[in-house]
């Protein structure tokens, strides 16, 4: 496609449940960011993937959070053991090199009750 | 640590009216400064990118930003706002040449009144 695809656009999970966030990002593109963005905060950085580096998670707030990139391409972030405050909406977002533009997709709207 | 800094949270101003929103970065060394708009119901887009040479940068939309390296900021303008410039403004850091991940400011959330 022609930008950065999430899905899905809307989750909702009961807590305790765990989810897949899926992320594809333009083709080409070497560098892979998820954020999350809760109600009336800005964009907190979750995980960095660049090329074949290992991943920077230094954002990752829990164990309960991991994310993995296949091939190089399309990635999921998995959120285990729902909590209620894990709602958020999950943003990701692919440039072509690091430094170059980021572009972002809808994003995934995760509401656990 | 890297960190980003909008000092103000929430603008309200009519149209016509002059726009400054602040950003401030902690990095000392080499930085790549952005700045995104999200406008309601819309996805993140880039306004303007700084990488290197003049520091008055122009972007989309008539948004210019200033790069003052003393100080440490990445000031986004505009002369003349409309109500189409409602949104959400976020600065953004990346560091080093060779770049890293992308840090956010806190976000701005501008109100033009019509």
């Known amino acids: 496609g022609a930008g950065v695809s999430q899905s899905p656009s809307n989750k909702v999970t009961e807590k305790g449940k765990d989810v897949e966030l899926r992320c594809d990002p333009i083709s080409g593109h070497t560098a892979l960011y998820w954020y999350r963005q809760s109600l009336g905060q800005g964009l907190e950085f979750l995980i960095y993937f660049q090329g074949n580096s290992a991943p920077d998670k230094s954002g990752l707030p829990s164990d309960r959070f991991s994310a993995e990139r296949t091939g190089g391409s399309v990635s999921t972030l998995t959120i285990q053991r729902t909590q209620q405050e894990d709602s958020a909406v999950y943003l990701c977002?692919?440039?072509?090199?690091?430094?170059?533009?980021?572009?972002f997709g809808q994003g995934t709207r995760l509401t656990v009750v | 640590a890297q960190s980003v800094s909008q000092h103000n949270h929430h603008v309200i101003l009519s149209e016509a009216a002059s726009l400054e929103l602040g950003c401030n970065y902690s990095?000392?060394?080499?930085?790549?400064l952005f700045w995104y708009v999200q406008y309601p119901g819309q996805h993140l887009q880039l306004l303007l990118k700084?990488?290197?040479?003049?520091?008055l940068v122009k972007g989309i939309k008539g948004f210019e930003a200033e790069f003052i390296k003393s100080k440490f900021s990445f000031n986004l303008r505009k002369p003349s706002v409309q109500w189409s410039d409602t949104a959400e403004y976020f600065c953004?850091?990346?560091?080093?040449?060779?770049?890293?991940?992308?840090?956010f400011g806190g976000g701005t959330r501008v109100l033009v009144k019509p």
């Open positions: 700084y990488f290197s040479g003049d520091p």
């Open positions: 990095y000392g060394g080499t930085v790549n």
């Open positions: 953004a850091v990346t560091r080093g040449a060779a770049g890293n991940k992308l840090t």
């Open positions: 977002a692919s440039s072509l090199w690091a430094n170059t533009e980021a572009f």
